[in-house]
């Protein structure tokens, strides 16, 4: 069913179609109007089976969603930002305990200075705590995202989340294709887990593990991880079958088979790259782009495919690594290692400022006369910063950094600090 409506509340409805029996609630911009969608339907009873649980914390709500999983219900939760930081020690437990709970990040910048809005801070802060990521480019995928990550997770009993762009994706309104409850329930089967909490059949789950043992644990998630590069393009491909459209999967070329220069991106930026690459390619220039769909596990082996042909890699981040440079840009460097295939990372987007077609136009361009320097900050105002590093040298007691470059930008709020 075709419906114009928002992508937080396209991902409730995938969500409530996915039947689950636990949903844990802490409220972050900007992911709130997903688990707002799914308490009113709990609430309505229009999701029989499922408990809705308030929580005090994001910490809490994952801690909650592992121990419904424990019991062997099908557990979701959502989170944001500084909300995902606070349960880091419960998204490293989800994984190591080998629990399949989905949760949804609506990507946020990460303080401090507070922001926020979009950029990939967030998960990429995670990115090695053992869980599958999924970027989502539209709403569609969102919501067809959500029904795959249910299906990946309960094979490989191994959590999932699925990153979606906050506000440019969760508070946009979209067109999507509601599937119905018969397809959702052929394609996702009755939740059967691998571990069960039961008191009539003792077990113990997160037992202590030493030296002697560690290792080899830890050895098998990383094999779990590595059979999810078969999984998930097998679920997107039935996922396909079914539904008649194609979401997820590890990877996909954008205009990408004669290409000399190929622009590699995650999440929704990949339209302005198309619509970017449809110009260039009008006037003559041989650029195609690559989306990124599965970050977690690493696509190495698809990824090199299909970049080696090319003679330029350009990456487009939306995150930074301080004092390092591109985050994504080094696992594709690992992938393309000892091809000869130049890789410079653009950094884009920080704190959701906008990424405009001009912009990535200009970097392009140079990316394909190959006088892009190998890191790039889109459109940074170099004055500012020359500025601010003059005051720094001037005198001892600066001040806040944020505050400074607020009231030199004139920006509402300078005053602060």
């Given at each position: 069913?075709?419906?114009q409506?928002?992508?937080?509340?396209a991902?409730?409805?995938?969500?409530?179609?996915?039947?689950?029996?636990?949903?844990?609630?802490?409220?972050i911009?900007?992911?709130?109007?997903?688990?707002?969608?799914?308490?009113?339907q709990?609430?309505a009873?229009?999701?029989?089976?499922c408990?809705?649980?308030?929580?005090e914390s994001?910490?809490?709500a994952?801690?909650?969603?592992?121990?419904?999983?424990?019991?062997?219900?099908?557990?979701?939760?959502?989170?944001?930002?500084q909300?995902?930081?606070?349960?880091a020690?419960?998204?490293?437990?989800?994984?190591?305990?080998?629990l399949p709970?989905?949760?949804?990040?609506?990507?946020?910048?990460?303080?401090?200075?507070?922001?926020?809005?979009n950029?990939?801070?967030?998960s990429?802060a995670?990115?090695?705590a053992?869980?599958?990521q999924?970027?989502?480019?539209?709403?569609?995928e969102?919501?067809?995202?959500?029904i795959q990550?249910?299906?990946?997770?309960?094979?490989?009993?191994?959590p999932?989340?699925?990153?979606?762009?906050?506000?440019i994706?969760?508070?946009?309104?979209?067109?999507?294709d509601?599937?119905?409850?018969?397809?959702?329930?052929?394609?996702?089967?009755?939740?059967?887990?691998r571990?069960?909490?039961?008191?009539?059949?003792?077990m113990?789950?997160g037992?202590?593990?030493?030296?002697?043992a560690y290792?080899?644990?830890r050895?098998?998630?990383?094999?779990r991880?590595?059979r999810?590069?078969?999984?998930?393009?097998a679920v997107?491909?039935?996922f396909?079958?079914?539904?008649?459209?194609?979401?997820?999967?590890?990877?996909?070329?954008?205009?990408?088979?004669?290409?000399e220069?190929?622009?590699?991106?995650?999440?929704?930026?990949?339209?302005?790259?198309q619509?970017?690459?449809?110009?260039m390619?009008a006037?003559?220039?041989?650029?195609?782009?690559?989306?990124?769909?599965?970050?977690?596990?690493?696509?190495?082996?698809?990824?090199?495919?299909?970049?080696?042909?090319?003679?330029?890699v350009?990456?487009?981040?939306?995150?930074?690594?301080?004092?390092?440079?591109?985050i994504?840009?080094?696992?594709v460097?690992?992938?393309?290692?000892?091809?000869?295939?130049?890789v410079?990372?653009?950094?884009?987007?920080?704190?959701?400022?906008?990424?405009?077609?001009?912009?990535?136009?200009?970097?392009?361009?140079?990316?394909?006369?190959?006088?892009?320097?190998?890191?790039?900050?889109?459109?940074l105002?170099a004055?500012?910063?020359?500025?601010?590093?003059?005051?720094?040298?001037?005198?001892?007691r600066?001040g806040?950094?944020?505050?400074?470059?607020l009231?030199?930008?004139g920006?509402?709020?300078?005053?602060?600090?």
């Open positions: 069913m075709l419906k409506m928002e992508g937080s509340q991902v409730a409805a995938a969500i409530a179609l996915a039947r689950p029996q636990v949903i844990c609630a802490y409220p911009t900007p992911q709130t109007h997903i688990v707002e969608a799914l308490g009113r709990v609430k009873g229009e999701l029989p089976g408990e809705f649980i308030n929580v994001e910490f809490a994952l801690s909650v969603a592992i121990g419904a999983s424990a019991t062997g219900a099908r557990a979701y939760t959502a989170t944001s930002s909300g995902l930081l606070f349960m020690e419960a998204v490293f437990n989800a994984a190591g305990l080998e709970i989905v949760m949804t990040i609506g990507n946020r910048a990460i303080g401090a200075p507070i922001n926020i809005w950029d990939h801070s967030d990429m995670m990115r090695d053992g869980w599958i999924l970027f989502a480019e539209t709403n569609q969102a919501l067809d995202l959500h990550a249910f299906r990946i997770a309960e094979e490989l009993s191994c999932v989340m699925v990153c979606m762009d906050g506000f994706l969760t508070h946009a309104f979209e067109r999507v509601l599937p119905t409850q018969e397809d959702v329930d052929a394609f996702l089967p009755r939740f059967e887990p571990q069960v909490l039961d008191p009539a059949d003792p113990t789950i037992a202590m593990v030493g030296p002697e290792t080899e644990v050895y098998l998630a990383h094999r991880q590595l999810a590069l078969e999984v998930i393009p997107a491909a039935e396909a079958e079914r539904f008649g459209r194609h979401s997820g999967g590890l990877l996909r070329g954008y205009r990408a088979e004669d290409a220069t190929l622009v590699v991106a995650l999440g929704s930026i990949n339209g302005t790259v619509e970017v690459v449809d110009e390619r006037a003559g220039v041989a650029i195609g782009a690559v989306s990124l769909c599965a970050f977690r596990p690493f696509p190495q082996a698809a990824l090199r495919a299909a970049l080696e042909p090319a003679r330029r350009v990456v487009l981040e939306k995150c930074l690594a301080a004092g390092a440079g591109g994504v840009t080094d696992d460097r690992r992938a393309m290692a000892g091809a000869r295939v130049m410079t990372t653009v950094i884009a987007g920080l704190g959701g400022r906008a990424i405009t077609r001009a912009s990535l136009r200009r970097v392009f361009d140079k990316a394909c006369a190959g006088t892009l320097e190998r890191l790039t900050f889109l459109d105002d004055a500012v910063v020359e500025q601010e590093l003059e005051r720094e040298k001037a005198t001892r600066t806040p950094t944020a505050g400074a470059v009231r030199r930008t920006t509402p709020g300078s005053h602060i600090g």
